[in-house]
């Protein structure tokens, strides 16, 4: 199994929001999306990042806001479905995407993949399906995003059956097992976004990597335990669930310093995994 990290384009935002303590200086943040290359079920997907279609989701009003308040830019970057042509697949050849949450920077690239399985929370799923306009655009949902024959290719992850955890993973004890070989664990990061998902990949000499999406902007402020500044809170969905999980996060890195943390909107982890990847057993 072989792990790699892609960029389709960055979002600006404050340090000081991201991260406590940090500079009022606004930053370029990658927006990643993950390839695993599994032995038995082929190319999976973990969220899509960007693609055009977040200009085309976001040219009218109210969805414009998304695109004023978190300007992005995706010029010069490959989307999903280019980069799956750039590792020398076809976007046909992606047979799961695992979402770890319906926010516009994870799923512009979810209508490219016709043969993709949809991985998701169906709880998330609900929380988000029904909203439009502006109650949208303030759970940074954009509709148009989300394909027509969502329903018809989902795979909720709540019937996938569950599993223990290897002990190294404490404090995180059960996951779903989404592939029925232990390869790849879900477990529930709430907060950020109601019912977010994140997966353990099984690593090698024992030591799983964890896909953490947006638990935290980076694993920086998991290792210096610095929670997001107090405004940043407006933005997520529940925040007494986000400091439980980036206090679960914490106390996972504090018990387990070498586990990789990887952050969709993490440098580090696009320089860990973004070149020749991580190999898995
Ligand atoms: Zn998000």
């Not at 414009?64 to 308040?69: D, E, F, N, P, V």
């Not at 954009?142 to 989902?154: K, M, S, T, V």
């Not at 000499?205 to 999406?213: I, K, R």
């Amino acid at each position: 199994m072989k792990l790699t990290m892609h960029c389709t384009g960055t979002c600006k935002q404050l340090e000081s929001l991201s991260m406590r303590g940090g500079k009022w200086k606004s930053i370029a943040f990658p927006g990643l999306f993950a390839m695993i290359e599994h032995p038995s079920e082929g190319l999976i997907l973990f969220d899509t990042g960007y693609s055009p279609r977040f200009a085309e989701a976001t040219r009218r009003l109210p969805y414009a806001l998304y695109r004023w308040t978190t300007p992005v830019d995706t010029e010069g970057y490959l989307s999903a479905a280019e980069h799956v042509k750039a590792a020398g697949y076809v976007p046909e050849d992606v047979t799961s995407v695992i979402i770890s949450h319906f926010h516009g920077d994870h799923i512009c690239g979810l209508g490219d993949f016709p043969n993709a399985k949809l991985i998701c929370s169906k709880a998330g799923y609900e929380s988000v399906a029904a909203l439009k306009g502006l109650a949208a655009v303030k759970r940074a949902v954009l509709p148009d995003l989300i394909p027509p024959d969502f329903e018809a290719r989902a795979s909720w992850v709540e019937q996938c059956p569950e599993a223990d955890l290897p002990a190294v993973c404490r404090p995180f004890e059960r996951g779903r097992d989404l592939f029925g070989d232990g390869s790849v664990t879900a477990v529930d990061l709430s907060g950020h976004a109601a019912h977010q998902i994140g997966v353990f990949l099984r690593g090698t000499d024992g030591t799983p990597v964890l896909l953490g999406a947006d638990a935290s902007w980076s694993a920086q402020a998991v290792r210096e335990n610095r929670l997001p500044s107090p405004p940043a809170f407006i933005l997520f969905d529940g925040r007494r669930d986000y400091k439980r999980t980036f206090g679960n996060l914490v106390e996972l890195q504090r018990r387990q310093p070498g586990m990789r943390l990887l952050f969709t909107h993490c440098a580090e982890a696009w320089e860990l995994c973004g070149k020749e990847g991580i190999e898995l057993p």
